[in-house]
C-alpha cells in the first residue's frame, strides 16, 4: 500500500514525539494468556467465551483479597469512618471507565444513606447531611457518564481545573481511581488534590516502578510524599488494555470496602441504626470469592449464554436493545457507554441528533421522567461543567476546543433521554427489544408498562425469583449498606454481555479489540500495536498504516469503523 506523504510525516512525528504515550510496556495494555483465543472460542462456544472471562476476574479477586489486608485500605477505611464524625467530605475522581466508577461511587454513598434516612426519621436529618458529604469528579463532567469524552485524559490542566472548582480543602479526602495510573487528566486531579491538602489516595493497576520508569508524568505525581499510593498490579485484562474490565472491579472491590466498612463502623456506633456489621478484609473477600464462584457455575454461564446470544441476533438483525432499570441503571449505562470507544459502536444520540444512526443499545428508567431520571442516576441532579473559550485557552487546550468549546452543562445531559418518555429513536430499527434488567427482585416488573413501537420483550433476572424473565442468573449476593456485591455482579455480567457480544459479531480477534477507536493518544497508540501484533509489522510501519487508513476514512465512518478494522482488511 502506497503511504501518503502526509500519513507518513504524521506518524514518524507520533512515532518520535509521542514517547509518554506508547504503552506497550505496561501489563494492562498486554495481552492475557487465559483468553489469548477469546474470540474463537466465543464464537464456538458461547458459555467457554463466558467461562474464559470470569476465569480472569477470578484472578482479579485474588488480586482484591491480598489488598483488602493492606495498609493503604486500612488507612483508607479509618480516614472515611473519622470523616463521618467532621465537617470533611469525600470525593472521587477519575476518567473514562474509572470516571463512570467515580460517579457510580458516590450514587452509591448517597443512596445508602438516602435509604438510612426513610428507614431511622429519628437520624433523618443526620443520615441526610452524610449523604450530601460525597461528591465525584469525572473527567469532561458528568456527560461522560453516558457519552465518552476520551479527549479530556490527555490533559493535565483539566483534571486540575474541575478538582479546584468542587473546592476541596484539608478537611477532605480525594480518591482518584487511577485504573491504568496513567491518564494525565486523573494525574492533574491528584496534584491538585494534594496541592489544597485534601487527604489523598491514588489507586492504579500497573507496578510502580514500570511506570516510573518510563513515563515522566509518573515520576511528577510519585514524588509526592503526602499522596498514599494503592497499588494493584494485577495485570493484563481479560481483552488486551480494556481498563473497564477488571481494573475497575478492583476499584469497587477495595474502594466499596473502605465505604461499606467505615459506614457499618458508624452504624454499630449509633443508636437506631439497623447496618449489617463492619465485615473483615477476610470475610469481604470471602464474599467477594464465593460470589465469583456461582457466577461460573453451570446455571449462571446458561442463563448468560442464552442472554448474550438473544442479544447479539438482534444486532445481526439490524436490531436495536433497550434495557430498563431503575437502582442499576448507572451501571448499565455505564457498560453500554464504553461499547462506543471499545467496539466502534454509535454513541449515545441527543433527542435533536435524530439523524445519526442509532446505538446499538441504551439504557432507560422505566418508570421516571428524563429529569427525575438523572437525579436518580446520580442521587443528585447533575452539574455538569459550563466552560467556554476563554477557560480552555487558560488552561492551554488545543485550539479546536477553545475555538468551538464543547457543551458539557447539565443541560447537555439532559439531552440525553433516559427516562420513560416516549423515544422514538429506539424503535426506527427493528427488532427493536424492550429488556428488563430486575436484581434481586427489587423491580418492580409487575408495574412495568412496554411503550409502543416495541417488537419484543423479555427480562434478564440476576440473583432473585424469575418473576417471567426468560433469563436468570442464579446468584444469592452478600449484603451490604452500599450494595458493593450487588454492584460487583451487575459490573461483571454486563462485562460479558457486552464482550461476548462483540466477539460473535467479530469485533474482537484474539483478545484484541479490533473495532477500537482513537479518540485520545493512549488509543492511537493501542491501534498501533494492534497493528503490529495481528500484522506483525514495526510500530513504525503500523503507525504509517495506521495514520493513513485514519485520513482515508470517510468522515462520517469515523464513529462506525476502526481504523485498525480497515486496515487489518488491507
Not at 485550539?399 to 468549546?405: I, V
Not at 510501519?541 to 468522515?555: C, G, V, Y
Amino acid at each position: 500500500m502506497n503511504i501518503s506523504d502526509e500519513a507518513r510525516a504524521e506518524a514518524d512525528d507520533f512515532v518520535e514525539r509521542e514517547r509518554q504515550f506508547q504503552l506497550g510496556f505496561l501489563p494492562t495494555e498486554q495481552a492475557h494468556p487465559l483468553t489469548a483465543h477469546f474470540g474463537d472460542t466465543a464464537q464456538r462456544r458461547t458459555d467457554e467465551g463466558i467461562r474464559q472471562l470470569f476465569a480472569v476476574d477470578s484472578s482479579m479477586i485474588e488480586t482484591a483479597s491480598d489488598l483488602l489486608r493492606s495498609h493503604e485500605i486500612d488507612r483508607l477505611r479509618r480516614s472515611v469512618r473519622r470523616l463521618l464524625e467532621t465537617d470533611g467530605r469525600i470525593y472521587f475522581g477519575g476518567c473514562g471507565a474509572s470516571g463512570r466508577m467515580s460517579a457510580q461511587l458516590e450514587a452509591m454513598w448517597r443512596r445508602c444513606f438516602i435509604e438510612t434516612a426513610d428507614r431511622c426519621p429519628s437520624l433523618r436529618d443526620r443520615c441526610l447531611q452524610l449523604a450530601d458529604k460525597a461528591g465525584s469528579v469525572v473527567s469532561g463532567g458528568e456527560l461522560a457518564v453516558i457519552r465518552s469524552v476520551e479527549y479530556f485524559e490527555d490533559h493535565q490542566s483539566f483534571g486540575r481545573r474541575q478538582v479546584s472548582e468542587t473546592g476541596i480543602g484539608p478537611d477532605d479526602l480525594f480518591v482518584a481511581l487511577g485504573e491504568a495510573g496513567i491518564a494525565w487528566s486523573t494525574i492533574g486531579m491528584t496534584l491538585e488534590a494534594d496541592e489544597r491538602g485534601a487527604e489523598t489516595y491514588f489507586f492504579y493497576c500497573n507496578p510502580r516502578a514500570l511506570m516510573e520508569q518510563n513515563l515522566e508524568r509518573c515520576r511528577q505525581l510519585f514524588s509526592r510524599n503526602g499522596i498514599c499510593f494503592i497499588e494493584a498490579p494485577f495485570g493484563p485484562m481479560a481483552i488486551a488494555g480494556s481498563t473497564r474490565m477488571q481494573a475497575t472491579s478492583l476499584e469497587l472491590v477495595c474502594i466499596g470496602y473502605a465505604l461499606e466498612w467505615a459506614v457499618s463502623s458508624w452504624a454499630t456506633e449509633s443508636q437506631g441504626v439497623e447496618l449489617p456489621p463492619p465485615a473483615t478484609p477476610s470475610d469481604f473477600a470471602d464474599s467477594i470469592t464465593g460470589l465469583l464462584r456461582q457466577l461460573s457455575e453451570p446455571g449462571a454461564v446458561s442463563g448468560l449464554a442464552g442472554a448474550v446470544e438473544a442479544e447479539s441476533e438482534i444486532y445481526r438483525s439490524n436490531g436495536l436493545v433497550t434495557y430498563f432499570a431503575d437502582t442499576y441503571l448507572i451501571d448499565i449505562l455505564a457498560d453500554t457507554t464504553e461499547r462506543t470507544p471499545t467496539f466502534a459502536l454509535p454513541p449515545f444520540s441527543r433527542r435533536d441528533e435524530s439523524t445519526l444512526e442509532p446505538s446499538w443499545a441504551f439504557a432507560k428508567h422505566p418508570f421516571l421522567a428524563t429529569p427525575a431520571a438523572w437525579k436518580d442516576l446520580l442521587q443528585r441532579p447533575p452539574t455538569g461543567l459550563d466552560w467556554g473559550s476563554e477557560t480552555y485557552r487558560a488552561m492551554n487546550a488545543p485550539s479546536q476546543l477553545a475555538e468551538n468549546p464543547p457543551d458539557l452543562s447539565a443541560r447537555s445531559c439532559y439531552a440525553y433521554a433516559i427516562g420513560n418518555e416516549s423515544d422514538v429513536s429506539r424503535t426506527t430499527r427493528h427488532p427493536a427489544v424492550f429488556l428488563w434488567v430486575d436484581v434481586e427482585s427489587r423491580l418492580a416488573v409487575e408495574e412495568l408498562a412496554v411503550p409502543g413501537g416495541f417488537d419484543d420483550h423479555y427480562g434478564l433476572n440476576i440473583g432473585g425469583t424469575h418473576r417471567g424473565a426468560r433469563f436468570t442468573v442464579p446468584i444469592s449476593i452478600p449484603a451490604g449498606p452500599l450494595a458493593v456485591a450487588s454492584h460487583l455482579a451487575v459490573k461483571l455480567i454486563f462485562n460479558v454481555v457486552s464482550t461476548v457480544t462483540a466477539a460473535l459479531l467479530g469485533r474482537i480477534e484474539g483478545n484484541w479489540m479490533v473495532h477500537v477507536l482513537p479518540t485520545n493518544k493512549k488509543l492511537v497508540d493501542r491501534s498501533i500495536r494492534i497493528l503490529v501484533e495481528l500484522k506483525g509489522i514495526s510500530y513504525r510501519e503500523a503507525a504509517r498504516l495506521f495514520f493513513d487508513t485514519w485520513k482515508r476514512m470517510d468522515p462520517d465512518r469515523r464513529l462506525s469503523d476502526s481504523p485498525v478494522a480497515a486496515a487489518l482488511r488491507i
